[in-house]
């Protein structure tokens, strides 16, 4: 079963960093564009970065400077560093993929920035 999987959320103060990473799995014989989205409570999923199969990227203004996307291809993983976060970079940040050039979700992990 191809999957995608998502680690490294959690609480966090102001200026704080987080780096999360989403694993792919299963019976994968390729992957294209890899892709952050967010949700915050009450708003509607928006594109945080996304990067390509060539390793090129691109960013929401809303974080441009403070986040950065890569992958590692032969892990399968792509990562999402996330530097200087903000309360309102408080949401839900989803994995998404072209696996096998199907579009795949993962179901999220909840990223809290508080004091």
């Known amino acids: 079963q191809v999957q995608l999987v998502e680690s490294g959320g959690g609480l966090v103060q102001p200026g704080g960093s987080l780096r999360l990473s989403c694993a792919a799995s299963?019976?994968?014989?390729?992957?294209?564009?890899m892709r952050w989205y967010r949700q915050a409570p009450g708003k509607q999923r928006e594109l945080v970065a996304g990067?390509?199969?060539?390793?090129?990227?691109n960013y929401a203004d809303s974080v441009k400077g403070r986040f950065t996307i890569s992958r590692d291809n032969a892990k399968r993983t792509v990562y999402l560093q996330m530097n200087s976060l903000k309360p309102e970079d408080t949401a839900t940040y989803y994995c998404?993929?072209?696996?096998?050039?199907?579009?795949?979700w993962g179901k999220g992990v909840l990223v809290t920035v508080s004091s």
């Open positions: 990067i390509t199969s060539g390793s090129s990227s």
């Open positions: 998404n993929a072209d696996l096998n050039t199907i579009g795949v």
């Open positions: 299963g019976g994968i014989f390729s992957i294209n564009g």
